[in-house]
């Protein structure tokens, strides 16, 4: 039974995040008003039918002031007042031409106009870092932690909270007192709510009650596959897997609605706060998970790297203070997602090699990662959703217990089948080697007819690349030949016509590889060429652009090139040069090589890289001597090796010799007559590499 038979099954967790993350953004039926300036008009908002508002807005804000009600009776306060946004933080704002950090303390006030409302209102802290007083109408309502004016006389607590009250008149006056030390997100970092009493209760209980549901089922296949791990001792994909779905669990109760507070309300914040961040480590039990079901795709150097990592984090989270767990935190986070992207691509080989429950497997991945991202742009305060990591990591886990239970269906079908086949083949063996052996026959001629649509494919492409080169020369000065190691090679060159009808530009390269891979990547230069403009005008500016565009696309290739522009009027040559093989210059008696300037081939390493090491590649002119010849090759010229002796090769005197024995000759016969020499000194016309020779009289 494949994966392909559960294209419906393998979709449901994705709709289901879809649909989570579309939700979240509309809790709110009715748009709700934005405080402006520190007064928020909700006299326009029906409670009763349009449910609870967030009070978001710019509420009014003092810094490294602690002020209550009375406080607000006294005129002067107006110098010191400013406003922030809410849900926000207060690092980065600039107050008396300084720019604040998360280290401090605030007050924040808010009035709101409600108009007439006989029933109970609640109001509902989600996230206040790290401690906070509100007042309501000049009575102190809730608190979280003790505000303080340093680390000393202030305890952190940031549980979400409520409070229920009766208003009197039609405005509200909301004061909060705000102290953080811990944290590097501080303030009001989520939306203060406000609504009937009833909405309220009922919108907690919901959310409480998802949470333990997630909560129990995620205990119950944690303790589900630490069975499969005892039957069967030999997987310890199960024992991994039963051990993340626990920590997820326990990860559970101090997040999101933190209904731990309910069983322990003494516990400390910062204990809370410790087992949240340890819990993160639950990462490292999924990463195992990944490597046990496909260890032949994932490098165990990596899982070494970042269980280290892991275990780092969770000595700081356990031994130091927590300020500074809160400040590793993020640079934890990003190794996190980078394994999530390092696991993604994985997954994605497992899919390519056709590993059994991979595609489920990657779908479901996404979705995690998905979800991880979320929760860590939304505890960044980079967007405003919900938390969803648990959801994903529920539905992730319901797939793959699917995928258990489709192996244990087919392991017993399996075993089924084979004892009925068992049989069968005592009393039939005769008649199923003779039906086994026609079945090979057929797959014998199956593949031979395979094999001649290939070749005639490999035929085709040979010509379209064929075409790919030059079908004209831009001069009479110039002749070249190339010849393919096999029916399609990964060298290629070209000529480049200017205005001015003097000039010449000559590209000639080498894809390293063979066959099918590198004419691709020849393909892209042909691509890329044609659209380099007016950067053929300078063989360093062009080069650096195909550089900038080859990285990261060749695969595990890189290109060796070299490009010049020669001026046959004045005889000069401007040229640059990517790891090549340097052409040659013959005049006379004399074979020289334009060597200068010889740098990194393309597609290793980055333009920025290239310009830190000071490897950028660069331009060198020269003026040629009359009637001489350039000669640019590919390097199946000169690595070609004698048959008879694989220790000499045609490169170096040998090939020199032979140049300057034919030099006076014309350029189209010099060329032949220097393939000829290769073909002689060889004693083969079948080679190791490709072979491009291009020769201009200047």
Same mark, same amino acid.
């Given at each position: 039974m494949s994966d392909r038979r559960f294209p419906h099954i393998v979709l449901v967790p994705l709709y289901a995040a879809v649909l989570t993350v579309v939700l979240s953004g509309c809790a709110y039926h009715k748009k709700p008003p934005v405080a402006s300036r520190g007064v928020l008009d909700c006299t326009g908002w029906n409670f009763d039918a349009d449910g609870i508002i967030p009070l978001d807005g710019e509420w009014e804000f003092y810094w490294n002031r602690l002020l209550g009600p009375e406080d607000f009776r006294n005129a002067g306060l107006e110098q010191s007042r400013w406003y922030i946004p809410v849900p926000g933080v207060w690092s980065g704002m600039v107050i008396d031409n300084r720019e604040i950090d998360c280290d401090g303390f605030a007050t924040y006030r808010l009035r709101v106009l409600i108009g007439r409302i006989d029933g109970l209102l609640a109001l509902k802290l989600q996230e206040?870092?790290?401690?906070?007083?509100?007042?309501?109408?000049?009575?102190?309502?809730?608190?979280?932690?003790?505000?303080?004016?340093?680390?000393?006389?202030?305890?952190?607590?940031?549980?979400?909270?409520?409070?229920?009250?009766?208003?009197?008149?039609?405005?509200?006056?909301?004061?909060?007192?705000?102290?953080?030390?811990?944290?590097?997100?501080?303030?009001?970092?989520?939306?203060?709510?406000?609504?009937?009493?009833?909405?309220?209760?009922?919108?907690g209980n919901i959310s409480l009650a998802f949470d333990l549901f997630l909560f129990g089922s995620l205990m119950i296949m944690g303790i589900y596959h630490f069975g499969i791990f005892a039957i069967r001792k030999s997987d310890r994909s199960a024992l991994y897997f039963g051990s993340f779905c626990l920590i997820i669990a326990a990860r559970l109760v101090f997040t999101s609605e933190r209904f731990i507070e309910s069983i322990f309300p003494c516990m400390p914040w910062g204990i809370s706060l410790r087992v949240e961040l340890f819990t993160l480590l639950a990462s490292l039990f999924f990463a195992l998970f990944i490597y046990a079901l496909y260890k032949e795709e994932m490098s165990r150097t990596v899982l070494y790297i970042f269980a280290v990592s892991c275990a780092a984090f969770g000595i700081i989270v356990v031994s130091t203070p927590l300020y500074v767990s809160i400040r590793v935190l993020p640079v934890f986070q990003v190794i996190i997602v980078a394994m999530g992207l390092y696991g993604l691509y994985v997954l994605i080989r497992a899919v390519i090699n056709r590993?059994?429950?991979?595609? $489920? #497997?990657?779908?479901? %991945? @996404?979705?995690?990662?998905?979800?991880?991202?979320?929760?860590?742009?939304?505890?960044? *305060?980079? /967007?405003?959703?919900?938390?969803?990591?648990?959801?994903?990591?529920?539905?992730? $886990? #319901?797939?793959?217990? %699917? @995928?258990?239970?489709?192996?244990?269906?087919?392991?017993?079908?399996?075993?089924?089948? *084979?004892? /009925?086949?068992?049989?069968?083949?005592?009393?039939?063996?005769?008649?199923?080697?003779?039906?086994?052996?026609?079945?090979?026959?057929?797959e014998k001629n199956k593949l031979a007819l395979q094999n001649e649509i290939m070749e005639k494919e490999l035929k085709l492409a040979r010509k379209i690349q064929l075409q790919l080169m030059p079908q004209r020369y831009p001069s009479g000065a110039i002749y070249s030949l190339y010849r393919p190691m096999h029916l399609i090679g990964g060298d290629y060159y070209d000529f480049i016509k200017f205005r001015d009808a003097g000039k010449i530009g000559i590209f000639i390269c080498d894809v390293s590889g063979h066959g099918v891979p590198a004419a691709l990547v020849a393909s892209m230069l042909k691509?890329?060429?044609?659209?380099?403009?007016?950067?053929?005008?300078?063989?360093?500016?062009?080069?650096?652009?195909?550089?900038?565009?080859?990285?990261?696309?060749?695969?595990?290739?890189?290109?060796?090139?070299?490009?010049?522009?020669?001026?046959?009027?004045e005889r000069s040559i401007v040229y640059s040069n990517a790891g090549h093989h340097p052409p040659y210059f013959l005049s006379g008696n004399e074979a020289r090589m334009l060597d200068r300037g010889k740098s990194i081939p393309l597609g290793i390493v980055d333009n920025e890289e290239l310009s830190w090491h000071s490897k950028t590649y660069r331009n060198h002119e020269e003026v040629l001597q009359r009637d001489g010849k350039i000669v640019l090759y590919t390097d199946g010229l000169v690595e070609a090796a004698d048959t008879r002796d694989y220790s000499r090769f045609f490169g170096g005197a040998e090939m020199e010799s032979a140049m300057l024995g034919m030099a006076a000759l014309p350029h189209r016969d010099f060329v032949e007559g220097l393939f000829g020499r290769l073909v002689e000194f060889r004693g083969s016309q079948s080679f190791d590499d490709d072979v491009c020779i291009i020769c201009v009289e200047v």
């Open positions: 206040v870092n790290t401690a906070c007083t509100l007042w309501v109408n000049g009575r102190q309502i809730l608190s979280n932690g003790r505000v303080g004016t340093s680390r000393d006389g202030y305890v952190p607590q940031n549980y979400p909270k409520s409070a229920v009250f009766r208003p009197e008149g039609g405005r509200l006056e909301l004061i909060m007192q705000v102290a953080n030390y811990d944290d590097v997100i501080c303030g009001i970092i989520r939306s203060v709510r406000l609504g009937p009493e009833r909405d309220m209760a009922r919108s590993r059994e429950g991979a595609l $489920i #497997f990657i779908v479901g %991945f @996404i979705m995690i990662i998905l979800t991880l991202v979320n929760d860590i742009l939304h505890s960044r *305060m980079i /967007i405003q959703t919900a938390y969803l990591v648990p959801f994903g990591l529920f539905l992730f $886990i #319901f797939s793959q217990s %699917f @995928i258990l239970s489709v192996r244990f269906s087919k392991s017993l079908t399996k075993v089924e089948e *084979m004892t /009925i086949k068992l049989g069968e083949y005592s009393d039939n063996l005769e008649d199923m080697v003779e039906q086994r052996t026609m079945e090979l026959e057929a691509s890329i060429l044609l659209q380099a403009g007016v950067k053929r005008d300078d063989p360093a500016e062009l080069l650096m652009y195909l550089n900038g565009l080859l990285f990261g696309q060749t695969g595990d290739n890189f290109v060796t090139a070299f490009y010049c522009v020669i001026n046959m009027k």
